[in-house]
């Protein structure tokens, strides 16, 4: 099955579902293409002063998720997203230019600063993140899930931590029909 994840680096909540889609990824036989969902984009001039930094590296991550995924480099995209959350979510950082370029160095990116600086990747940015938008939205964030024979994606799922292996697919296995049928669109409950 082939499953498409837009994701910013920079979200906690986003770091733990993809944990979760690569744990079960190997079980299900699923091959994960990952594009990038700018929070930047979405939130505009309503970002937070205190964020603002950090979701400026995230934005220059996801400039090299797209010069990546022009190159059919699903791998080394993922491996350059584990990078990143290992240093910022796992070691509790927050995410800065020199964590991402350690990253990309790490996943074996070798021009990675170039394409960081270079504002030409922001147009791949945006149409990758209105691809993400237009598939789950009005009214989501990251991390949007697409998944072969689906209309439409999904925001999320959203989970406080990355289950075991067993709750893992029992969670995959209940998604997949829901986001297969046409008259689902929302299953929510309050975080407690």
């Known amino acids: 099955m082939e499953a498409t994840y837009f994701f910013d ?8 579902t993809s944990r979760w889609l690569l744990a079960v990824a190997e079980s299900r036989d699923i091959t994960i293409h990952w594009r990038a969902f700018s929070l930047s984009i979405l939130n505009g001039d309503d970002t937070p002063e205190q964020y603002r ?11 090299l998720v797209e010069a990546l995924r ?3 480099r699903d791998d080394a995209i993922g491996t350059f997203y584990t990078e ?7 070691a509790g950082a927050p995410i800065t230019d020199e964590i991402v370029l350690e990253a990309a160095a790490a996943a074996g990116v070798t021009d990675a600063k170039s394409v960081l600086e270079d504002p030409a990747w922001d147009e791949a940015v945006r149409e990758s993140h ?9 009214g989501i964030g990251s991390p949007v899930l697409m998944i072969e024979g689906a209309a439409r994606g999904l925001h999320g799922p959203i989970i406080s931590e990355v289950p075991e292996l067993d709750e893992a697919l029992a969670i995959w296995d209940a998604t997949v029909p ?3 049928s046409d008259i689902f669109f929302e299953l929510k409950r309050g975080r407690g």
């Open 9 to 16: 680096p920079v979200c906690p909540f986003t770091w733990r």
């Open 178 to 180: 829901l986001m297969r």
């Open 84 to 90: 990143i959350g290992n240093r910022t979510h796992e």
């Open 70 to 72: 022009a190159d059919r």
């Open 53 to 63: 930094t950090m979701m400026a590296a995230s934005s220059k991550a996801l400039r």
């Open 130 to 138: 209105e691809t993400g938008f237009a598939a789950a939205g009005p």
